[in-house]
Structure formats: C-alpha cells, structure tokens
C-alpha cells in the first residue's frame, strides 16, 4: 500500500516539476522511506499514549534505533508484517519496562549482560547487510562500527545515569530497546524472523 | 508571487525526498523492520 502510494504521489510530483522516469523513482523510493517510518513512529507515539506507556516506549525506539540505523540487521519481506511485527516488538518491549519491578542489582546486571552482547555484536557483525544492501567497503565497514560503537558509549552512559537516580522503568527501556535492536544484527535475530517471514509467506501461499 | 512559491515547494520537496533515497542507500540500515527496494538510478 506504502509502496503504490508513494509511487503515485512521486508521479504526481513528477509532473509538476517536471522529472524524468528515474527521478520519479528516486523520489518514490525516498517518499516509501519518510512514509512507513512516518506512518510507524505515528502508531507508537498514539498507542503509547493511549497505554500510557509514552516515556518508555521513546527510550525503547530511540535505543532500538541507536543500535539498529548504523549497526543494519534483518528486514521482513512486507511493509505491512514490518509495521505489524515491529510495532507489537516496540511496545511489547516498553509495556515490559513500565511493568517490571526491578531493583538496582538486577538492572546492573542486565545493563553488563547487553553491554556485552552490543560489544560483541559491534566487533563481529556490525554493519549486518540484507539481500538488498550489504556494506562491503573496508572504510564503510569502520565507519559503522565507530558510529554504533559512539551510540554505545552515550547509551551506557545514559543506562547509568538513570539506574544511579533510581528510574528504573527508564533504565529498563533503553536496556530492553538495546537488546531488541542487537537481537536484530545478530544470527539469531536473522534465523528468528527470516524463520517467521517464511512461515506468514506459506500461509498467504495456502490463504 | 504564488506560482514562485508554489515552485519554491515543489522542489523543495523534491529536494528532501532525494534526501530520504540517499539516506536509504547509504550504509546506514532503515530504522523500520521493511527495507524498500533501492531504485537502479541509486544503485550506480
């Protein structure tokens, strides 16, 4: 749907300028991109609301998004199952950290557990490519890896900082958004959902 | 005065979509789950 709508808007654009066929698709391709983020961030900032839930599902998408835009990771198939699956993996995530009781011991050991995990993931599978886009420059490759790497530094500091103030729902988003977005740059994550892609295909396929 | 500005946002917005596409393209990945196909004029 995100697709068909941005290709005809693109045209629609297309013809005010005027732009050629290639540009058309340029814009269509930038307009998919600013419209299913757009689109998604809407549904999270309105259903949190409404669970009141807003604070941490911000923390959860914004470490999420911290690990995920430089570190790369799996991608479903559809927008639609993208918009489905992510959504329920967001707020799932906040509703976590809004309703778990955690002490400070329990919160420091997570924080070391993901902190380890994201130093691990960083050195061995950041940046993680898709079919569509792998990052195969040496340079690039670096460049990704400084990038996440800086991400990690302000969302430990961050974690920290809240654990030693005692907000514990707030600490527990950034810690729960971090590993849902590592999870993603992992093997396991490409296993999981490309395991979960396959599995909704063969039941549109028998649908 | 309105045809100019009329013109001054359509490119504008032209301007930013080919923003969005680059930033696509790039070796930064897509925050959202759904990665759309990159377009043949982006990928030389």
């Known amino acids: ?207 | 005065m309105s045809k100019k500005l009329y013109t001054w946002l359509i490119s504008s917005m032209a301007v930013l979509l080919v923003f969005f596409a680059n930033s696509g393209v790039g070796p930064n990945s897509v925050f959202a789950l759904y990665e759309p196909d990159i377009p043949e004029s982006l990928k030389k």
């Not at chain 1, 991109?33 to 998604?40: N, Q, Y």
Request: charged share 15%; hydrophobic share 55%.
């Open chain 1, 1 to 207: 749907m995100i697709k068909r709508l941005s290709l005809r808007l693109a045209r629609a654009l297309g013809r005010q300028l005027p732009a050629s066929e290639g540009e058309i698709e340029v814009y269509a391709y930038g307009l998919e991109i600013f419209l299913g983020t757009a689109v998604k961030l809407l549904l999270i900032v309105v259903i949190s609301l409404f669970l009141g839930i807003f604070w941490p599902s911000l923390l959860v998408v914004l470490a999420f998004a911290g690990f995920r835009i430089p570190g790369g990771g799996v991608h479903l198939s559809t927008y639609s199952r993208c918009l489905f699956i992510g959504l329920t993996f967001i707020l799932a995530l906040a509703v976590l950290a809004a309703s778990l009781p955690a002490d400070t011991g329990v919160l420091k050991s997570m924080l070391l557990l993901v902190a380890l995990l994201a130093v691990c993931t960083i050195i061995v599978w950041v940046p993680a490519g898709t079919d569509k886009k792998r990052v195969t420059d040496p340079g690039d490759i670096r460049r990704q890896k400084i990038k996440t790497g800086l991400f990690f530094l302000l969302w430990f500091a961050a974690c920290s900082l809240f654990i030693h103030r005692g907000q514990s729902t707030y600490a527990l988003a950034l810690i729960s958004g971090a590993a849902g977005g590592l999870f993603l740059v992992t093997p396991w994550g490409y296993r999981f959902f490309s395991s979960l892609d396959k599995m909704l295909n063969g039941k549109e396929v028998s649908a």
